[in-house]
């Protein structure tokens, strides 16, 4: 293979070059967002919560079907959509969700912490990974929705450590 490669190279390097000038050109736009300065509209509230209630498994939370990721982001959104006073089905979408999942076999009920997925629709069957940055989104999306009064189950190690819920 390696010769293969260095004759590439030899008989054929001014296509190289070109091709990885192209390549590298798309790479480097491809990080470029444009940014939208526009503030978020109540419309804009208003269809993000549309789309989630439509998508919803109103049985076991969350969305879809298997696998099942913790979209913790889509539950801050449902959260704040409560919490503006637009409508209480959104917090029982969360409630639901964080229920089912605290209860579920993707939290670890010995070491405490989130797997990165759940291979089923019922939240039960971890895939065995944890993601830092899954795992401190959903301990802020447990405080918030503690501190929206929800009453609901907290895994322990949430509960244990006090200073999570006196921000």
């Not at 089912?100 to 019922?122: E, L, N, W």
């Amino acid at each position: 293979m390696l010769e293969s490669v260095a004759r590439s190279y030899q008989n054929s390097r001014e296509e190289i070059d070109r091709v990885t000038g192209q390549i590298t050109s798309q790479m480097g736009r491809t990080g470029q967002m444009p940014v939208n300065d526009s503030p978020v509209t109540v419309d804009t509230l208003h269809e993000a919560y549309t789309t989630l209630a439509t998508n919803f498994d109103y049985q076991n939370g969350g969305t879809g079907n298997a696998p099942k990721f913790p979209q913790a982001m889509n539950l801050e959104v449902l959260l704040r959509y409560y919490r503006h006073g637009y409508n209480d089905r959104a917090l029982e979408m969360v409630n639901l969700t964080l229920e089912k999942m605290a209860r579920g076999g993707i939290y670890d009920q010995i070491a405490g912490g989130f797997a990165r997925y759940s291979v089923d629709a019922y939240w039960l069957v971890p895939h065995f990974e944890k993601m830092l940055y899954d795992n401190a989104l959903l301990a802020r999306l447990y405080l918030h929705a503690h501190q929206s009064t929800w009453s609901g189950y907290v895994p322990e190690n949430l509960r244990g450590d006090p200073r999570l819920y006196s921000a």
